[in-house]
Antibody
Framework: QVQLVQSGAEVKKPGASVKVSCKAS????????MNWVRQAPGQGLEWMGT????????NYAQKFQGRVTMTRDTSTSTVYMELSSLRSEDTAVYYC?????????????WGQGTLVTVSS | QSALTQPASVSGSPGQSITISCTGT?????????VSWYQQHPGKAPKLLIY???ERPSGVSNRFSGSKSGNAASLTISGLQAEDEADYYC???????????FGGGTKLTVL
């Protein structure tokens, strides 16, 4: 069965960077894009970007361009999302999510979420 | 401000049907049949209910159905149950530049 397991909660100071990991299992890692979605406390879902685990190519939401970097390690079936220049507004739960069938843009598989708290 | 517009809240009584709307533009909902709907209970990850506008993943109850007309999509929940009380989000593919947009979410209260 498809599983996405994320790294644990982080507390960071403003201006710092955070790197969240998402380890995939139960399917061919390089066959499906991986996406990152975040949710600030009490707020809605926000798409951050996507990475093709096969070639490493990425597509980031304009809002995060220049601050986010998504990478992957095919040897461990793990994708990473690094967000830099953190500010208090980046406090959120960050999810990795995989498409249902590879082309529907419907995310059927989600990690458990990683809470990132930005506080001085 | 979210790219897709949803009502902030809807409510219904057990057994009734409710519909949640999701209004986009000709650049997203209107151009692609790639609208998805999610259910999210507090403290949990979202759950995919509908993809490609009206398709249900295996395991999702047929009480959930989706449709689209022009720049708007909708989710209908029939035979409301207490466990349907949750937040619901729509999303749409929006082309290779914007890629994916979400609605602001709708809180469903089962009276």
């Amino acid at each position: 069965q498809v599983q996405l397991v994320q790294s644990g909660a982080e507390v960071k100071k403003p201006g710092a960077s955070v790197k969240v990991s998402c380890k995939a299992s139960g399917y061919t890692f390089t066959s499906y894009y991986m996406n990152w979605v975040r949710q600030a406390p009490g707020q809605g879902l926000e798409w951050m970007g996507t990475i093709n685990p096969s070639g490493g190519d990425t597509n980031y939401a304009q809002k995060f361009q220049g601050r986010v970097t998504m990478t992957r390690d095919t040897s461990t079936s793990t994708v990473y999302m690094e967000l830099s220049s953190l500010r208090s507004e980046d406090t959120a739960v960050y999810y990795c999510a995989r498409d249902w069938d590879g082309y529907s843009y419907g995310y059927a598989y989600w990690g458990q979420g990683t809470l990132v708290t930005v506080s001085s | 401000q979210s790219a897709l517009t949803q009502p902030a809240s809807v409510s219904g009584s057990p057994g009734q049907s409710i519909t949640i709307s999701c209004t986009g533009t000709s650049s997203d909902v209107g151009s692609y049949n790639l609208v998805s709907w999610y259910q999210q209970h507090p403290g949990k990850a979202p759950k995919l209910l509908i993809y490609e506008g009206s398709e249900r993943p295996s395991g999702v109850s047929n009480r959930f159905s989706g449709s689209k007309s022009g720049n708007a999509a909708s989710l209908t929940i029939s035979g409301l149950q207490a466990e349907d009380e949750a937040d619901y989000y729509c999303s749409s593919y929006a082309g290779s530049t914007t890629y994916l947009v979400f609605g602001g979410g709708t809180k469903l209260t089962v009276l």
